[in-house]
């Protein structure tokens, strides 16, 4: 089972900045995929952006240009730097893994506020 830890939301104002992090246990090599996604509660989970282990992105056409997805291997982390936020990215983001062997894991949640 792997377990996912995230850090970094908040409350920024439209246009700022935030980083999230997380970290996941058990062995990066088995992550063929890892990223983000966000989730309104009553609404589907939605897909931020992945990054597969050679380094592959993919992002949802709302946040290109603005989010970057990052992983670093030996220290088990994905991190999923967010700019010029506005408020239509509030919303609760999920770490994600996918491992060679297809198993999906979420982590509970950071939750970002965009207020002015």
């Known amino acids: 089972q792997v377990q996912l830890v995230e850090s970094g939301g908040g409350l920024v104002r439209p246009g700022g900045s935030l980083r999230l992090s997380c970290y996941a246990s058990?062995?990066?090599?088995?992550?063929?995929?890892m990223g983000w996604y966000r989730q309104t509660p009553g609404k589907q989970r939605e897909l931020v952006a992945t990054?597969?282990?050679?380094?592959?992105?993919n992002y949802a056409d709302s946040v290109k240009g603005r989010f970057t997805v990052s992983r670093d291997n030996v220290k088990n982390m994905v991190y999923l730097q967010m700019n010029d936020l506005k408020p239509e990215d509030t919303d609760d983001y999920s770490c994600?893994?996918?491992?060679?062997?297809?198993?999906?894991?979420w982590g509970q949640g950071t939750q970002v506020t965009i207020s002015s």
């Open positions: 994600y893994v996918k491992t060679t062997w297809g198993m999906e894991s």
């Open positions: 058990g062995s990066t090599f088995s992550f063929c995929l």
């Open positions: 990054i597969t282990r050679g380094g592959d992105t």
